[in-house]
């Protein structure tokens, strides 16, 4: 039984970003978390805005720490825990790139990874 896909000429990651709240950035092991705001909702008025506010602030950062802008990209894929991914989609809006909206729980960064991956691969 086959469980694992081996690529003969695997991605790399080019860049990152994270961001967390004011509770993660006081937290001494979580030092290179990106956190600008004071607050958990990131200047918004829900939890649902904020979280799009996070996703976009985590790809510009990301873009910006590769000397890329969204134009370059050929597509995002990304997700939430959200009913229809409503909060990466409203996220995903301001970039002029293809969205791919994935769903897997606590496996959505996982799944959205290898699905680039074999993506860049083929």
Known sequence: MRQTIHLSAPPSVLSWANIGG?????????????????????????????ESAMQRYVLSKALEKAHLN????????GGDLLNQCIAAGFAM???PVPFYGLYGACS???????????LLSA
């Open 70 to 77: 969204s134009e370059q990209l050929d597509c995002i894929f």
């Open 93 to 95: 809006r301001d970039f």
């Open 22 to 50: 004011k509770y993660e950035k006081e937290k001494r092991t979580m030092r290179r978390i990106y956190a600008d705001n004071a607050d958990s909702l990131f200047g918004e008025t829900t939890y649902e805005k904020a």
């Open 108 to 118: 959505t960064m996982g799944e959205s990874l290898s699905l680039a991956a074999l």
